[in-house]
């Protein structure tokens, strides 16, 4: 049986806005129900934090209207400042004021509590993502992920509908940010409150979110789940934007395209076409060597890296192919082959996609 859903609180319809006639949001809609993680992600300068600006009420669009909770708040005619909007906004910079205790950074926004209240809801907020114990100390003697932690305890203290976050790991090294994203992750479901978070990173969006909405040149060219998206990507952006890919460009011919490892479908594509074939690393099968041959192709090993988890292999098809192409797999645990011996390849259909060549730019 489906889970019941939820309420969409926070909704942005067809929203537009430029810059000096430069388009940043290009017809944006989206919505974020209650309790859910949604992740704007794309690359620099695709219109990601214009869009939650907008959110925000720190931007007003040329057309669009946003709603939170039901009401409007942002069309032609109405724009609510951000403080009355009932949301909570984390910056990459967290943006505490330094001459004030955390307790009272996080008790700085519960205007509407009793003195005694508010201090009390800030030390709970505080326990709540680990921090109880640096109540009464100053920012400026914290660490980078403590910083964070006690920036999302100031968001989550006033229990907002809404909480938009804007890279808020991005300045926390690589190590550190996996704990402190772990633990916020935990912290947002709890709340129960609709996150809009901003990132360029699509490993740490699969992390966070329960929806990704793919932006590109202020459009959003995706919208879905996470596990949709990497494996039913729409076009060769979106494909090659979850983690690296093998490119082969090609022709298509009797409906499908070749590849060193056999053909695959070329759905939609007429004969003639250019097309592009975007292979994931862990698309390519590799073995040994088998006396009879195998179903795909042989290749030779270039390099072999153990990366912890996973070894990266560096492949160059062989000349009597009649491909000349360097491609990467990645293997679960420690495989790591000599240098110039050579490898049987077995392709997984389900990790390539073929697409027009001219939709990538």
């Not at 999302?152 to 996996?178: H, N, W, Y």
């Not at 039913?232 to 690296?244: K, L, M, S, T, Y």
Request: aromatic share 4%.
């Amino acid at each position: 049986m489906a889970g019941t859903v939820q309420p969409r609180i926070l909704e942005i319809e067809d929203a537009r806005l430029a810059y000096d006639g430069v388009v940043a949001v290009d017809g944006v809609s989206l919505g974020v129900a209650k309790g859910e993680v949604v992740c704007l992600l794309g690359p620099s300068g695709c219109g990601k934090t214009s869009v939650l600006r907008i959110a925000a009420g720190l931007e007003r669009p040329q057309s669009g209207r946003v709603r939170i909770g039901g009401a409007v708040v942002t069309d032609s005619r109405t724009l609510v400042p951000p403080e009355k909007r009932g949301v909570a906004l984390v910056f990459q910079d967290y943006a505490l004021f330094p001459h004030l205790t955390v307790r009272d950074n996080v008790a700085y926004g519960l205007t509407d509590m009793p003195q005694k209240a508010r201090g009390e809801r800030a030390n709970a907020v505080l326990e709540k993502v680990g921090m109880g114990a640096w109540a009464d100390a100053y920012p400026h003697i914290l660490s980078g992920g403590q910083q964070q932690r006690v920036a999302l305890a100031r968001a989550i203290a006033p229990q907002p509908k809404v909480i938009l976050m804007d890279e808020p790991f991005s300045g926390l090294d690589a190590r550190l940010r996996d704990t402190v994203r772990d633990s916020t992750l935990h912290v947002l479901k709890q709340s129960g409150a609709a996150v809009l978070m901003v990132t360029h990173d699509s490993e740490e969006a699969m992390f966070m979110a329960d929806r990704i909405c793919v932006m590109r040149q202020g459009r959003v060219v995706q919208d879905g789940e996470p596990e949709a998206l990497y494996c039913q990507p729409r076009d060769a952006f979106v494909a090659g934007f979850f983690g690296e890919v093998n490119r082969v460009t090609t022709t298509v011919r009797n409906g499908q395209v070749q590849t060193p490892f056999g053909p695959l479908p070329a759905k939609g594509l007429p004969d003639g076409a250019m097309a592009e074939i975007i292979i994931r690393p862990e698309a390519l099968r590799v073995s040994p060597p088998r006396p009879n041959g195998g179903t795909g192709g042989t290749v030779e090993v270039t390099a072999a890296r153990l990366l912890g988890r996973t070894s990266l292999l560096h492949l160059t098809t062989l000349p009597r192919t009649g491909y000349d192409l360097h491609l990467h797999a990645r293997v679960p645990g420690r495989y790591l082959p000599q240098e110039k011996s050579t490898l049987d390849v077995e392709l997984d259909s389900s990790q390539a996609f073929v697409f027009p060549l001219e939709a990538v730019k």
